[in-house]
């Protein structure tokens, strides 16, 4: 019995550890040498002799994000791309400012859980499991709200006046995928008879649909 409680333990053990969402690291830090031009999982260490507290500072979320979008929202990341001291370490933040009645649209983080505090404003949030159902609620300044790893979920701003949060994620860089810009703008494109049939409409209605959401030409 001893043994077979041990094997279902070290079996468990092990599946823990292929799912946690960024690996764990093998030394005091490893700053991000984003300019090494070695592919790896993650980013290579900068000489630890050439790290600076830069490296691991960011300012970037002291104030609220300029909106110049259709949605209404913008999001500000603090992630190793922006302080590659985060490198290995696990963990990033990032800023969410939204207009009145503005929405960041359904989207996934494949490689993390997302936390959010709120810090002004009252915003509808939700997410969909694997059975389709919807979790939602109402959350206003103060508020926590959790986002599983891996599942849809939006933040829609239905207030009259500006909102912002601060969210965390168990992930150096939890990585991003906006469903509708994903599915239409996609490059190559996404072949017009799978959205015609995934979202049962015609061609013109799916033209119109990557009209709408094509990156604006500067």
């Known amino acids: 019995m001893a043994a077979m409680v041990s094997a279902y333990l070290f079996v468990f053990l092990a599946l823990f550890g292929m799912v946690a969402s960024d690996p764990d690291l093998l030394q005091d830090l490893c700053v991000a040498d984003k300019a090494a031009g070695v592919k790896v999982n993650g980013f290579p260490c900068k000489d630890e002799a050439n790290v600076t507290e830069a490296d691991f500072f960011f300012s970037g979320l002291a104030n609220p994000g300029v909106i110049n979008n259709s949605v209404g929202s913008v999001v500000t990341g603090a992630n190793v791309e922006k302080i590659p001291g985060l490198n290995t370490l696990g963990v990033s933040l990032a800023r969410i ?8 649209p359904p989207h996934t983080h494949p490689r993390a859980t997302e936390i959010i505090f709120v810090l002004d404003g009252e915003l509808d949030v939700g997410f969909i499991t694997t059975s389709n159902k919807l979790i939602s609620k109402s959350v206003k300044k103060g508020d926590i709200f959790v986002f599983p790893k891996g599942l849809l979920h939006f933040q829609k701003n239905n207030g009259e006046k500006p909102a912002s949060v601060l969210a965390g ?28 049939k995934a979202f049962q409409i015609g061609t013109k209605e799916v033209d119109k649909i990557k009209n709408k959401l094509a990156p604006k030409k500067s």
């Not at 400012?97 to 960041?104: A, H």
């Not at 990585?175 to 239409?184: E, R, Y």
Request: charged share 5%; hydrophobic share 30%; proline share 14%.
């Open 97 to 104: 400012d939204y207009q009145p009645g503005g929405l960041n």
């Open 169 to 196: 994620f168990n992930s150096q860089l939890p990585g991003t995928q906006s469903i509708a810009v994903t599915l239409f703008t996609s490059t190559p494109p996404v072949p017009d008879n799978v959205l015609t």
